[in-house]
């Protein structure tokens, strides 16, 4: 395992760490025991980052996560999020996220997480994040409900001025840096100069870069689903796995603190720590970025088109 430090908070993480969005059932149901059972062969790994927050599962994730670690909590950074408690469900009151970090912290058997994150941002209005919810997290940092504070969502924009207007130690998004978009790139640089970590979740895009493909419910333009099945077709011709190349390409970006990955059972996660001892074979990697090369709709909607921002 490689490990890193996010940014100025000193907290020491594995580069590839375990997110526990698919305990939502979203690509398949998970059974209790096989979700901690996958947590457990992470640590056992040497993984050292959990990422979870209270709507994946609407607290599952959370009550298992502090069953895996019951004993080893300070074995991990543990990370949970705040301001959504169900599926796209979003309250960014004062009151709720209290209340609501008090929950996690119950669910996850600890007094404190290591790193707080405003969860999925563009839900909120930017006057609402910026004045309200991030002056809080701030002030629960300061009561020692976490060590550091950050922001999550799927837009770079949003996430681009909770950095600079309110001086957050950690940016976690998804899906923005793979084979498919490289946007996170530039600002990720920035946020570096300024000792922000970011943390890369879905490095295979929510199920997009798989040999399997995009399901059913998958946010993303019809141009690009096609382009990714030719490139899963190219490396089923070379004998590898899309999902393979995609983890291995995150983890290769030397501009990204830790990667996420999501594991349906342990045998699924061996095969992802696998990604982290070698890079992707260039050759490979060429022909596959290739079939990308003239998709212009690289993302997808998010959020209530409150902050002003140039994606779709």
Same mark, same amino acid.
């Given at each position: 395992?490689?490990?890193? /430090? ?9 580069r ?6 698919? #305990?939502?059932?979203?690509f ?5 025991d096989?979700?901690?059972?996958v %947590?457990?062969?992470g +640590? ?8 979870t ?11 298992w996560?502090? !069953?895996? +670690? ?6 991990v950074v ?7 408690y169900?599926?796209?469900? #979003?309250?960014?009151?004062?009151a709720r996220?209290?209340?609501g970090?008090?929950?996690?912290l ?6 404190h997480?290591?790193?707080? #994150? &405003? ?6 209005s ?5 004045g309200?919810?991030?002056? +809080? +997290?701030?002030?629960?940092r ?12 799927? *837009?770079l924009?949003? *996430? ?11 940016v976690? /998004?998804?899906? !923005?840096? $793979?084979?498919? @978009? ?15 970590? /970011? ?6 895009a ?6 399997a ?11 690009? !689903?096609?382009?990714a !099945?030719? =490139?899963? &077709?190219?490396?089923? $011709?070379? $004998?590898?796995?899309?999902?393979? *190349?995609?983890?291995r390409?995150?983890? =290769?970006?030397?501009?990204?603190? &830790? ?10 996660? @061996?095969?992802?720590? %696998?990604?982290?001892e070698a890079?992707?074979?260039p ?8 079939? #990308? ?7 997808w909607?998010?959020g ?9």
């Amino acid at each position: 395992m490689k490990y890193s /430090t996010l940014g100025t908070t000193g907290l020491k993480v594995s580069r590839l760490g375990l997110g526990t969005t698919t #305990f939502m059932g979203i690509f398949a149901r998970r059974s209790p025991d096989e979700s901690v059972r996958v %947590l457990q062969r992470g +640590l056992e790994a040497g993984i050292t980052l959990v990422d979870t927050a209270p709507s994946y599962g609407e607290g599952l994730a959370e009550e298992w996560v502090g !069953r895996a +670690l019951r004993g080893r909590r300070d074995d991990v950074v543990l990370t949970t999020k705040a301001g959504s408690y169900a599926p796209e469900t #979003f309250d960014f009151s004062p009151a709720r996220i209290r209340s609501g970090l008090e929950d996690s912290l119950r669910r996850l058997g600890t007094d404190h997480v290591d790193v707080l #994150f &405003a969860h999925d941002i563009e839900y909120g209005s930017p006057e609402q994040i910026l004045g309200d919810v991030l002056p +809080l +997290l701030k002030q629960l940092r300061d009561e020692g409900k976490t060590r550091a504070i950050g922001v999550s969502g799927l *837009l770079l924009e949003p *996430l681009g001025a909770a950095v600079e207007q309110a001086a957050v130690d950690v940016v976690q /998004t998804y899906c !923005r840096y $793979g084979l498919h @978009d490289q946007s996170l790139v530039g600002p990720a640089t920035g946020w570096r100069a300024r000792g922000v970590a /970011t943390i890369l979740g879905s490095p295979v895009a929510m199920g997009l870069l798989t040999q399997a493909g995009a399901p059913d419910w998958h946010p993303a333009h019809p141009a690009l !689903r096609a382009a990714a !099945r030719t =490139a899963a &077709a190219l490396c089923a $011709g070379q $004998g590898t796995d899309l999902a393979s *190349l995609a983890m291995r390409y995150a983890l =290769a970006c030397p501009q990204l603190d &830790a990667v996420l990955t999501g594991a349906g059972d342990p045998d699924h996660l @061996d095969r992802n720590l %696998l990604a982290v001892e070698a890079p992707p074979d260039p050759e490979l990697l060429a022909a596959v970025l290739a079939c #990308f090369a003239e998709v212009s709709q690289r993302t997808w909607p998010s959020g209530n088109g409150a902050w002003p921002t140039s994606n779709p």
